[in-house]
């Protein structure tokens, strides 16, 4: 049975170049076109294919553990190789079941006249499986780290917009704040004005809370605290839009905004720090 093995596992090897054209063959027009317009020359696919066969073959001659750890490194490669130049992912994993579809088709004669035994096949499977599941295996873990990438990178944006700190003239930016406020954005809040403070070198930072439809205990709290925090700072803030239903609901609470500068509008805060339409601060 080693010898059957090894015979089939050389097959394989030698001919590694012809079973990786083959595999094309069987895939998708709009795959075969995207792989050829990719930013990478064709040959370079057809190599990658055949070092997998190779290492296929190889699986049925060496020792399997090291074929295995080699097989694990061009997944890898290969995988991550393929996200960075735009090759899906998802469509590489339907052509490794061809794979396995063209190295039987090398023994299709060998298999009809019976050349090799029942036990002999098992254990190719069982040697040739276990290297494309985890090829599977790695491949789909990549694609779910690039999704996840991306959806990490599509998150960062929106905190970002959903924090929109505009400088409006030299040592001047207003702050927006739209929607409801949880403990994540507070947190997001308060990190990204400070930052922006000291970027920005700002003097003055107007807070609007009239996009805001709920203030309650943690939201009060968290802009008091975001106002003591730009006053260590040596940044005046204050805050416009305050509704009466919610400068209502601020003092039921007890919190206690009598040290803050509030305006009814942005256009009082802008004018209380000599922002006018006729001219701009002067320092």
Known sequence: MRQELEYIGNKIVNHKTDLAHAVEALEAKEF?????TAEIPYDHIITWRTELIELIGESLIEDHDDVMNRTKEWANRVGQRCLDIGIPLNESLKSLAFFRTVIWDVFEEDL????????TMLDVSKLINPLLDEVSYIFSNLIVQDHQKT?????LAMEELSVPVVPITK????LPLIGEIDTHR??????????HSTDDQLDYLIIDVSGVPMIDTMVANNIFSIIQALTIMGVEASITGMRPEIAQTVISLGINFKDINSYANMQQAL?????THEKQLQF
């Open 271 to 275: 004018e209380k720090i000599g922002f």
């Open 186 to 195: 507070a947190k997001l809040i308060m990190e990204s004005t400070l930052k």
């Open 151 to 155: 959806m990490n990178i599509a998150q």
């Open 171 to 174: 040592g001047v930016a207003i």
């Open 112 to 119: 009809e006249q019976k050349n090799f035994s029942a036990v």
């Open 32 to 36: 075969v076109t995207t792989l050829k």
